[in-house]
């Protein structure tokens, strides 16, 4: 047979399929990383329904076990691990406000295997803070800073910081406020 004939049914034979291979790894690669990139994005979503509704039991799914809460923008040190964290929500952030509205938006994610890194931006409502006199809200916008993590076959967030970047304090009219959680689960 002519060398140029072995050298194309070669090609053929070997490397067609091979690319072909590839090409449909890459396919896979990008469907997996695009799955990831929605199972990640749900976090900060949970995190604010679970906030605004008080509820610690479905705040600490979205954790990972060796959570860092970053409190610096509030002059804090951080929360590590859940146990630490829960206590933090439960003896504060739950507890300093009569009720909450978080709105998330512009979510970023870029995973990179078995972890990821992202933010979004925020605006979050504040009711009677316990620090502040009745019929007062805080208002704040800012952007979370995220890390995240695969631990057990679910992503969940290893590190987040908040950073504001507005916030202000105003009394409102207690009859405008048409909803509002008083207690929390898990509580």
């Not at 997996?32 to 199972?39: F, K, L, P, Y």
């Not at 952030?93 to 009720?99: G, N």
Request: aromatic share 12%.
């Amino acid at each position: 047979m002519n060398r140029w004939a072995v050298t194309l049914l070669w090609t053929w034979v070997v490397v067609v399929p091979g690319a072909a291979q590839a090409a449909d790894g890459d396919h896979r690669a990008r469907h997996q990383r695009a799955i990831a990139e929605v199972e990640i994005a749900r976090l900060p979503i949970t995190y604010a329904w679970a906030v605004d509704t008080k509820d610690i039991d479905l705040l600490m799914t979205v954790f990972s076990e060796d959570i860092v809460y970053d409190l610096s923008a509030y002059d804090f040190p951080p929360a590590t691990g859940k146990k630490e964290v829960r206590k933090v929500f439960l003896s504060g952030i739950l507890s300093r406000t009569r009720c909450s509205f978080i709105s998330i938006s512009n979510i970023k994610v870029e995973v990179t295997g078995d972890t990821a890194t992202g933010g979004d931006y925020f605006v979050h409502a504040g009711y009677d803070p316990r620090d502040r006199p009745k019929n007062t809200r805080s208002h704040t916008e800012g952007q979370h800073f995220y890390e995240f993590k695969m631990e057990s076959g679910d992503w969940k967030i290893s590190r987040m910081r908040g950073s504001p970047f507005f916030e202000k304090w105003e009394t409102f009219d207690p009859s405008g406020l048409r909803r509002c959680v008083n207690s929390g689960k898990g509580q």
